[in-house]
């Protein structure tokens, strides 16, 4: 099983230019999520998926959507990049939302020039 | 709102040094705790957990007392290695929070051969 898996791991954008980041989870999760982490602030919650059909804002929803592919993939787009959207973003999955234990991804370090 | 509060770091030891990292938490109803950590270049794990009043998670040698009296779940270890250099994430999840994780702001540990 390779668990949650995030592409790309690295990525620099233009202020304004979009991008799609891509998670992936081969657990049979009911649920997913999108953090940031930024130094001395610990993780932040975007957006999350409880089941497959359904998103909901976090803590920081400004400036990103999400998509819900199927059970197995949750997307996070960037429409017009900022670089206050410099971070580290992560992908999480869990069997379900009040199951407690997330599993997290790899990450993605994204550079907003 | 909910929130988790965890000592500032970095934290430096020596090898074979005994290790606390303080937590405190706020939260209604009845929070879930946990300890994460994330080693450089990679995604948070579960490091260990507790779900109710009086619990001790342990994993690896790291244990944590889930206090209601004094609304804490201090991690400790008793003799690190430098193998456990990492960034330690307290977090709680509560059924009052909508099922949402809160984290901490992590700790760094850093452990000298």
């Known amino acids: 099983n390779a668990g949650v898996t995030q592409t790309p791991k690295f990525q620099v954008l233009k202020t304004g230019q979009s991008m799609t980041l891509q998670c992936a989870q081969d657990?049979?999760?009911?649920?997913m999520y999108w953090y940031r982490q930024d130094p001395g602030m610990g993780l932040r919650l975007i957006y999350y998926?409880?089941?497959?059909?359904?998103?909901d804002k976090g803590e920081v929803p400004n400036g990103y959507n999400v998509s819900r592919l199927n059970k197995r993939e949750f997307s996070l787009r960037l429409e017009s990049a900022a670089p206050s959207q410099t971070s580290v973003y992560f992908c999480?999955?869990?069997?379900?939302?009040?199951?407690?234990?997330?599993?997290f991804g790899p990450g993605t370090r994204l550079t907003v020039t | 709102g909910n929130s988790v509060t965890q000592m500032e770091g970095p934290v430096t030891l020596s090898e074979e040094a005994f290790l606390t990292i303080n937590c405190t938490y706020t939260?209604?109803?009845?929070?879930?705790l946990f300890w994460y950590v994330q080693y450089p270049g990679e995604g948070l794990q579960l490091l260990l957990k507790?779900?109710?009043?009086?619990d001790k998670g342990s994993n690896k040698g790291f244990e944590a007392t889930y206090r209601k009296e004094t609304t804490s779940f201090h991690l400790e270890k008793g003799s690190v290695q430098v193998s456990d250099s990492a960034v330690y994430f307290c977090?709680?999840?509560?059924?009052?929070?909508?099922?949402?994780?809160?984290f901490g702001a992590g700790t760094r540990l850093f452990v000298k051969a």
């Open positions: 977090a709680l999840i509560s059924n009052t929070g909508g099922f949402k994780t809160i």
């Open positions: 998926s409880a089941s497959e059909g359904t998103t």
């Open positions: 507790a779900t109710k009043a009086d």
């Open positions: 939260a209604t109803g009845y929070p879930s």
């Open positions: 999480a999955s869990s069997d379900f939302v009040a199951r407690h234990e997330q599993y």
């Open positions: 657990m049979n999760h009911n649920s």
